[in-house]
Each structure stands twice: as C-alpha cells, then as structure tokens.
C-alpha cells in the first residue's frame, strides 16, 4: 500500500510486489492532472500533482496505476555499475573496463577497453571522472563547430546529471548537457548539440528553429526516435 510522508524528509512509498519504490510528490503550480514518470536512474516514481490535489489523493492515484508501474520498472534495463568487466558505451560503441593495480590511478582507452589503474576501491569514481571529462571536451568542441556554422562564437558548455533534459540553453546563451550523452550514439550525440546550439538563434520550438536542427544535423529523426525507445538506458549506468 502507498503511504504519505510524516515528515520531509520521510519519501512516500509503494509496495510493489514486496518491493518498496519511493515516490517522490511534487506539486507544480501550472499542472492540470496528475502524472506518473519513471526514475530510470533511481528506480524510483515521480508523482506530479496540480496544487489543488492533495498528497493522500495522488498517493491514491499512483496506487491505482501499480500494474503500470510494475511493467515499467521491470522493463528497465539492468544496472550496469562501472567496476572491471563491465561493458560500457562510448559514442554507442561497447568498451570493457579492465582494472590494472599495477599501473599508475589513471583511466585510458586502449582500443574496445577503458583500463584504469590504482586501487580497485577507487574503480567506479575515476571512470566516472574521466567519462564526464571526456563529455566535457566532447560537448565543448562539437558545441563550436556547431556554433561556427551558425557564424556564432563557441558557447559556454557546462556538465549535469538531469534526468528529463538531455541539454538545455538559457536565455544567456549558456548550454548545459548530460555528460551521459558520452554514451550514445554519435547521432544521438550530434543531434542533441545541434538541438541546443540552434537556440542560440531560436528561443523557441518554431518551424525555422526544426528547420535549422535540420541543417546542423543529418538524421534528427532517427536521433529522437533513439532517445524515445533507448534514452532510459543511459541512465542505468554508473
């Protein structure tokens, strides 16, 4: 059964099937109904309430989509933890990640393999580190030659972990990405840039900004349609 929070820092919960899944409720001014979204890095619920709805009703609600929810949490990838063997995507190509203790605490490509050495505590966060170094350096330059296109100078780039954005471009000028992108097929990657880089010219979703993704990237369709049925899976790393 679900169960409203006691107190802030106490998460709602779901009992699916003997598994308890946190639901975090918020309360969004502008929402007009209630949704359900999947935490593909948590495996956690996201329950969005208009303001009017209290957090008894929407635990109600949740509750009444627990076959929904079951399907989709079950449908999930399987986690894939950056530790020795683990096969892991750069650019959408499967890379191995074999730990050296022997060799110097640095992590390296060496053809299909990300090899790291130094401790084997400290596996998983220098992977890390480096993969969203890479993303860094990555993102900046594509970000510039996209920008050059556009007879604009090479943005600001900055790095984050969001869950429901792939990249984003502030009224600044400013671009933010998912280091995850890394990730993801070069298509996937390019069309996300090109996305963003395009409202540097069009702070909107109009025909002239599709028009310009379409000139900066070849296959934005193909690019989405992949975010659609795959973009869950990026998250299931780490």
């Known amino acids: 059964m679900a169960r409203e929070a006691l107190s802030r820092r106490e998460p709602a919960s779901l009992d699916l099937s003997g598994r308890q899944v946190q639901v975090r409720v918020r309360k969004v001014r502008g929402a007009r109904r209630m949704t359900l979204r999947i935490d593909a ?6 329950l969005t309430l208009p303001r009017w709805v209290s957090v008894a009703e929407g635990l109600r609600f949740a509750e009444s989509k627990r076959d929904w929810l079951e399907r989709r949490l079950d449908a999930l990838p ?9 096969r892991v995507p ?10 050296d ?3 110097l605490p640095m992590v390296w490509r060496a053809g299909q393999e990300i090899r790291v050495g130094g401790p084997a505590r400290d596996v998983a966060a220098r992977i890390e ?22 007879d604009l ?7 984050r972990d969001t869950r429901s954005l792939w990249g984003s471009c502030s009224p600044a000028g400013h671009l933010s990405f998912t280091w995850r992108l890394l990730l993801a097929p070069e298509i996937v990657f390019d069309y996300v840039v090109a996305h963003e880089v395009a409202h540097l010219k069009h702070m909107n979703h109009g025909k002239r900004f599709w028009s310009l993704v379409e000139r900066l990237t070849p296959d934005a369709d193909g690019a989405r349609d992949w975010l659609r049925r795959e973009g869950a899976r990026l998250h299931r790393y780490g």
């Open 41 to 46: 890095a948590e495996d956690a619920v996201d």
């Open 78 to 86: 399987p986690r894939v933890r950056f530790e020795c063997g683990a």
């Open 90 to 99: 750069l650019h959408g190509e499967t890379h191995r990640i074999r730990h």
């Open 101 to 103: 203790a022997s060799a």
């Open 129 to 150: 580190a480096w993969i969203k170094a890479e993303a860094k350096r990555a993102l900046e330059r594509r970000a510039a030659e996209k920008a050059a296109l556009l």
């Open 153 to 159: 100078a090479p943005p600001a780039v900055r790095l």
